[in-house]
């Protein structure tokens, strides 16, 4: 019985000792075969564990699938408000360089982000297929010094929104891709869309967002050939005559033709969207596509159409980005896989996989997606004439001043020349600042 007993011990032994050379892992391990997972942090703002908001379902639905595809890759998803708190948990995660590798990343932050060495380059995870469907001007707001930070999830492609029932009543064709308004043709229309109805209420042709910080007249500022900076980011332009020119036909709707409302220059997006839905006493309005879903969920008469055209004779839009940027590691490992997860989260399949994800139109010739109407579809098609400005960290009090001398342009303050002018010294100065 001794002998017996002596044998099995040994033969268990010898079991554990080849499982051990086998990397077979014991009971209560990985599994049989099971090799480590790759384990990367994604900081996802507006997410919240266990939410039944539509952000954060769909980001458990596409992580989901991620991980299904990619078995060797693990995400820890962790939720971040869009407040500054929120700011400060990315700050202190981003500063700490442990623990955080793929988020969200805002315009203004891209700059300071990829001058102070904190970001990965996606330029060596593009593949050929990635470089021929991506837009051109997909990676003009990811592009830091000639090389590219984050990958471009979707752009607010900034259009028209016409109230169909009014440009009905007052005899006016819609324009096309194809065939845009010219600005002239658009003043016309918008004079024809200014009037008096019977009970009194003043209806006006056009109006915008236009207080600083969610200026949606931007597409405007590069109908004539204009920009804000030069495409480097290293120069203040917009006091050269393609910019002036249009400034000075944006002021011409309020001060000249008069086809907008008198807060037409300090307005802010909630009055504006509510002047065009609620009292109907616009009939057209520059706005983002956020404007579109409750347009379309209460049946109200809209049709999208392309911004006007300016001496360039081309369609122009603009709008912000929604970017992820991924994370410096040494861990080439992690780096990788983050670079994947931001490839997937901003590519076509992902608005396949889950319903829903496109809030906005994508940067992928292929990403088709959030087309689902003729009225996105045009929205959608807008995002190939984006005109862009360069990334640039300027401060928050430059800001301010900019969008003081814009007010003061449409509000017949100053002439666009001068305004532009007077910026100018400050505007470079900051410029010159960052570029040492």
């Known amino acids: 019985m001794k002998r017996s007993y002596t044998m099995v011990a040994l033969l268990v032994v010898l079991a554990m000792l080849v499982s051990a050379c086998a990397g077979v892992a014991p009971t209560g391990g990985a599994g049989e075969g099971a090799a480590?997972?790759?384990?990367?942090?994604?900081y996802q703002r507006g997410y919240v564990e266990g939410g039944t908001d539509a952000g954060s379902v769909n980001t458990d639905k596409a992580i989901a699938v991620f991980e299904e595809n990619n078995p060797d890759i693990d995400v820890e998803i962790v939720g971040?408000?869009?407040?500054?708190?929120?700011?400060?948990k990315l700050e202190t995660a981003l500063a700490g360089g442990t623990d955080i590798n793929i988020f969200r990343v805002t315009s203004p932050n891209l700059p300071r982000y990829a001058k102070q060495g904190i970001l990965s380059e996606i330029t060596p995870y593009l593949t050929d297929e990635d470089k021929a469907d991506f837009y051109e001007s997909a990676f003009q707001v990811a592009t830091v010094d000639g090389k590219v930070w984050a990958w471009p999830l979707w752009v607010t492609a900034i259009s028209i929104f016409a109230n169909t029932d009014i440009l009905a009543e007052r005899g006016v064709d819609l324009p096309t891709m194809e065939d845009p308004w010219t600005w002239d043709e658009f003043v016309e229309v918008t004079k024809q869309l200014t009037y008096t109805r019977d009970d009194g209420t003043q209806v006006y042709g056009f109006t915008s967002s236009s207080r600083w910080g969610a200026i949606e007249y931007y597409p405007l500022m590069y109908i004539d050939g204009g920009r804000i900076l030069s495409p480097d980011g290293k120069q203040f332009v917009q006091n050269q005559p393609e910019g002036v020119s249009a400034l000075e036909k944006i002021a011409s709707l309020a001060l000249e033709h008069k086809v907008t409302p008198p807060d037409f220059?300090?307005?802010?997006?909630?009055?504006?969207?509510?002047?065009?839905?609620?009292?109907?006493?616009?009939?057209?309005?520059?706005?983002?596509?956020?404007?579109?879903?409750?347009?379309?969920?209460?049946?109200?008469p809209v049709a999208v159409l392309p911004p006007p055209t300016g001496d360039m004779g081309k369609l122009v839009t603009n709008g912000a980005f929604g970017l992820f940027a991924v994370v410096d590691v040494e861990d080439e490992a992690k780096e990788a896989a983050a670079h994947k997860l931001a490839s997937y989260l901003t590519g076509s399949q992902v608005a396949q996989d889950v319903e829903g994800w496109q809030l906005a139109p994508g940067l992928r010739r292929s990403n088709t997606s959030y087309a689902t109407t003729p009225n996105r579809e045009i929205i959608a098609r807008l995002v190939e004439y984006g005109v862009y400005e360069a990334p640039v960290a300027t401060s928050a009090e430059l800001g301010a001043q900019y969008g003081a001398a814009l007010q003061a342009i449409i509000l017949g303050q100053q002439s666009a020349q001068e305004a532009m002018d007077a910026?100018?010294?400050a505007y470079q100065a900051e410029l010159d600042a960052l570029n040492q």
């Open 423 to 425: 910026i100018a010294p």
């Open 265 to 300: 220059g300090t307005v802010d997006q909630a009055t504006v969207r509510s002047q065009f839905k609620e009292l109907q006493s616009v009939a057209l309005m520059m706005s983002t596509p956020g404007a579109l879903p409750d347009l379309e969920n209460s049946s109200f």
């Open 36 to 42: 480590a997972k790759t384990r990367i942090v994604f």
């Open 80 to 88: 971040i408000p869009w407040t500054a708190e929120g700011d400060t």
